[in-house]
């Protein structure tokens, strides 16, 4: 009855967990959900234009606004190599359609954002390390900038070895950054397509974590050989994104406030960093191990005692704590014993609590 695709299409483990997360009094380290209050509220008002059918690539002023951004991060990609998306979920989709079918050789870090391992896979992806296999593969993707799930900023001399891997095999590099913004600390954060001079690339970004998941607006840049089929591809999946949440996206990143509105973004996470940091220290010092991240929303745990943490979601989830077992990060077998929690989304007091029944819950397991 269906294709021979829908063998490999498996339920996102991620949206299963945001299923229970709105049940009253939960605690939830489990999404890269912004926090509730940082959310904008919206009073503009629109034209009737947005109303209408619009281009696949996205609305001009908003692709001009992203492509005036890039040049300022040294990307090389002027207007008509911007594409606004339906969130950069969409975009790894389109990516994948482009390059992977059954076999194909695809880079990536261990572990990896769990939603791309997903549409890769459903594409047929063979999974290599981009650590030590970029050069041997189709498409090497990365998400360099406070990673998801481990947090971690990729250093310029990691930066610098990819795009010279990349440019010298042939490697597609698609280099995913929706985290970029969400900066604790002052790293390096240069995009790796910015080191490449030539090959082929894809650079995208979102506005889902510094302005609304909810509308469903992100963007990529492309170089010049795949932008074109990228675009064809854009257009028979949805036409276009929701010119009305372009319009809305256009006009807040447009505002003046836009640059304060950023630094207190990052200002206030990095209170419930240290926050979550300090709590983290408080109960789970002799469980775990971590690095503090220095941007992003995850801490990256590494358990002392290897358990299984899928076993443990059950439970956390009917003593009310939602978190993210790391195991579903990996893209063959999976390390066992790592969790992802998210920092952004609990207040200090829910997250003090979660915090503790999830540390019992692991002391319990061990005994
Ligand atoms: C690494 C990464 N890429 C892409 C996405 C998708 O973001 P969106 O579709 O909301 O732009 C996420 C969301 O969490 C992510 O963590």
Redesign the pocket.
Known sequence: MFSQRIDGLQPSP?RAVLGVIDRPGMVSFA??LPATQMLPEWSGSLTQDVMQYGPSEGDPDLRAVVADRLRGMGVDAPPDRVMI????????DLVAKLVIDAGTRTAVEFP??L??LQVFRFYGARFVDVGTAAAAAALAYV?PTF??PTGRCASAAERDALARTCLASGTILFE????RELAYETVDRRPIVARMSGGSWIY??????TFA?GL???FLAASDDLFAPLLMLKQAVDLHSSRLSQRIVHDAVTAPDWPARLSALAAFYRTRRDCFGRQLHRHFSDLADWDEPSGG?FFWLRLKREIDTRTLLDEAIACGVAFMPGEAFYPNAPVLGTMRLNFSHADAGDADRGLAVLADLIREHRR
């Open positions: 991620i999404g890269g998306l339906s969130g950069s979920q969409q975009g790894i990896t954002y939603a791309a998400v990673g998801n995913d950054d929706p985290y995208q970004g979102s506005f889902s974590k998941p469903r607006i992100g929303l």
